[in-house]
T-cell receptor, first 112, second 116 residues
Framework: GQQLNQSPQSMFIQEGEDVSMNCTSS?????WLWYKQDPGEGPVLLIA?????ELTSNGRLTAQFGITRKDSFLNISASIPSDVGIYFC????????????FGKGTKLSVKP | KAGVTQTPRYLIKTRGQQVTLSCSPI?????VSWYQQTPGQGLQFLFE???????NKGNFPGRFSGRQFSNSRSEMNVSTLELGDSALYLC???????????????FGPGTRLLVL
């Protein structure tokens, strides 16, 4: 089946540092999504990307839909302690609503 | 506007039992999707319901089933539970319009199921 390779698996950074994570796929996606999940909660959508090359920001977060449609990255600038959590990328390749393929997640730890 | 709610939040069952989980979508949302999240496999799509019909199905055995009611609330059922079914079960709702574009899905907090 389809797989998304998300890296890195985990990151330990100092408060104030910038963070970068990415996802790659062997298949083309029509949509890339980035979620954050806090312990005991469901994922919360951060950014949605719908066009190849699209660059979208949400506060300190910036994500891009790769030109090849097979990859995406998420940057967090000037990290703060509340950025701690697990970040997931997800790709969708069809027109159906349910067929999201998720990456395994990047666990972010921020040291104050 | 209230978010997606899931009940119960925690559940402990034993092997061989069956379980039913419930999901109430955001008001006005007609599509409900279910996902299983485990440390090993991550988030995996189970199925999606729209207008009381299963519209998409992931790669899970027939022990996993679901249904949707006319008010868009959805239930999923797992029969003959196995130890490997221990997981966080998440549901997500969206408007459900039939377009090519992925609609924003809003996730509930999940039901954590432990099978002993």
């Amino acid at each position: 089946g389809q797989q998304l390779n998300q890296s890195p698996q985990s990151m330990f950074i100092q408060e104030g540092e910038d963070v970068s994570m990415n996802c790659t796929s062997s298949s083309i996606f029509n949509t890339w999504l980035w979620y954050k999940q806090d312990p005991g909660e469901g994922p919360v959508l951060l950014i949605a990307l719908y066009k190849a090359g699209e660059l979208t920001s949400n506060g300190r977060l910036t994500a891009q839909f790769g030109i090849t449609r097979k990859d995406s990255f998420l940057n967090i600038s000037a990290s703060i302690p509340s950025d701690v959590g697990i970040y997931f990328c997800a790709g969708q390749y069809g027109g159906s609503q349910g067929n999201l393929i998720f990456g395994k997640g990047t666990k972010l730890s921020v040291k104050p | 506007k209230a978010g997606v709610t899931q009940t119960p939040r925690y559940l402990i069952k034993t092997r061989g039992q069956q379980v039913t989980l419930s999901c109430s979508p955001i008001s006005g949302h007609r599509s409900v999707s279910w996902y299983q999240q485990t440390p090993g496999q991550g988030l995996q799509f189970l199925f999606e319901y729209f207008s009381e019909t299963q519209r998409n199905k992931g790669n899970f055995p027939g022990r996993f089933s679901g249904r949707q009611f006319s008010n868009s609330r959805s239930e999923m059922n797992v029969s003959t539970l196995e130890l490997g079914d221990s997981a966080l079960y998440l549901c997500a709702s969206s408007l459900g319009s039939a377009t090519w574009r992925q609609e924003t899905q809003y996730f509930g907090p999940g039901t954590r199921l432990l099978v002993l």
